[in-house]
C-alpha cells in the first residue's frame, strides 16, 4: 500500500508556506516605506520563498518521490548556477 498525500498538500509542500511568505514580505516591503533598511529584507523575503519551498520538498518528498526531490534539487542547483554567473558579470 502506497502513503497517501494528504489532499491540503501540492507537491509536498505545505497550503501555509507561500501565503505566508507572501504576507511576511508584504509586511517588510511595506516597513520599507518608514524604513527604507526594510526594504533589503522584503526583497531577500521574496527571494527566500522558492528557495525555501524546493528545500522542504526536496527533504519532505525524498521516500515518497525521488523524481519530485532530484527536480527540487536540480532546481535549487540552477538557481546556484544563476548566482554564481551573476556574481561573474
Do not use: H, I
Not at 2 to 25: D, H
Not at 42 to 62: I, N, Q, T, Y
Request: aromatic share 8%.
Amino acid at each position: 500500500m502506497t502513503p497517501q498525500k494528504p489532499e491540503n498538500e501540492l507537491a509536498g509542500l505545505p497550503t501555509w508556506l507561500y501565503p505566508t511568505g507572501f504576507w511576511a514580505a508584504v509586511v517588510l516591503l511595506a516597513g520599507g516605506v518608514l524604513f527604507p533598511s526594510m526594504a533589503v529584507l522584503g526583497v531577500v523575503c521574496v527571494a527566500l520563498v522558492p528557495v525555501l519551498a524546493a528545500v522542504w520538498v526536496a527533504v519532505s518528498a525524498w521516500r515518497m518521490d525521488r523524481r519530485l526531490s532530484v527536480a527540487a534539487l536540480v532546481a535549487l542547483g540552477g538557481l546556484g548556477v544563476v548566482f554564481a554567473v551573476k556574481g561573474l558579470l
